[in-house]
T-cell receptor, first 114, second 114 residues
């Protein structure tokens, strides 16, 4: 069985600072894929960034990067130089290597203040 | 950009009635998914599909059926709707192959069961 856990429910930061959002996962597969998605205030859900379990390098896209700690089954999302527009709910998700099932965590609400 | 369209956007149903939520995608993705979103639970997977004719149970399938009559369409069916199924439902599509693996979400359907 696969499971994704986000323990943070709400985070508040000041604009232009760096924030880390936590996520831990459980899987029996040796191969798996980890994702972060963002849900804006309008309800739109969009893909942000992805990490493949076999890659040692942390993924980076724009001002989003990942802190992949495989021994700890942890995939943190790091947002640097936060902007007001980064205020949203962030979801961590995982797909095991076999199959298409994609499960999400409960999400964490990020509020960026000026 | 991938397009996923859900209908209806809002639905009010009566307890015991039948409800069908529809989803259409225009990017020839093999995989389609139905999630529900509730406060405190994040996105929970109800059913998903690998392709036309296939449906698979997700994490919370009880009380729901799914139908994938074609590559483009994936329906979620509530045969006997209950108030506990009041929620926001999201459909998504995507492929699990390649560097561009990601889900594209519809805008959601708000269902109220009275």
């Amino acid at each position: 069985a696969q499971k994704v856990t986000q323990t943070q429910t709400s985070i508040s930061v000041m604009e232009k600072t760096t924030v880390t959002m936590d996520c831990v996962y459980e899987t029996q597969d040796s191969s798996y894929f980890l994702f972060w998605y963002k849900q804006t205030a309008s309800g739109e859900i969009v893909f942000l960034i992805r990490q493949d379990s076999y890659k040692k390098e942390n993924a980076t896209v724009g001002h989003y990067s990942l802190n992949f700690q495989k021994p700890k089954s942890s995939i943190g999302l790091i947002i640097t130089a936060t902007q007001i527009e980064d205020s949203a709910v962030y979801f961590c998700a995982m797909r095991q290597g076999t199959g298409s099932k994609l499960s999400f965590g409960k999400g964490a609400k990020l509020t960026v203040s000026p | 950009e991938a397009a996923v369209t859900q209908s209806p956007r809002n639905k009010v149903a009566v307890t015991g009635g039948k409800v069908t939520l529809s989803c259409n995608q225009t990017n020839n993705h093999n995989n389609m998914y139905w999630y529900r979103q509730d406060t405190g639970h994040g996105l929970r997977l109800i059913h998903y599909s690998y392709g036309a004719g296939s449906t698979e149970k997700g994490d919370i399938p009880d009380g729901y059926k799914a139908s994938r009559p074609s590559q483009e369409n994936f329906s979620l069916i509530l045969e006997l709707a209950t108030p506990s199924q009041t929620s926001v439902y999201f459909c998504a599509s995507g492929d699990t192959q390649g560097a561009n693996e990601r889900l594209f979400f519809g805008h959601g359907t708000k269902l109220s069961v009275l």
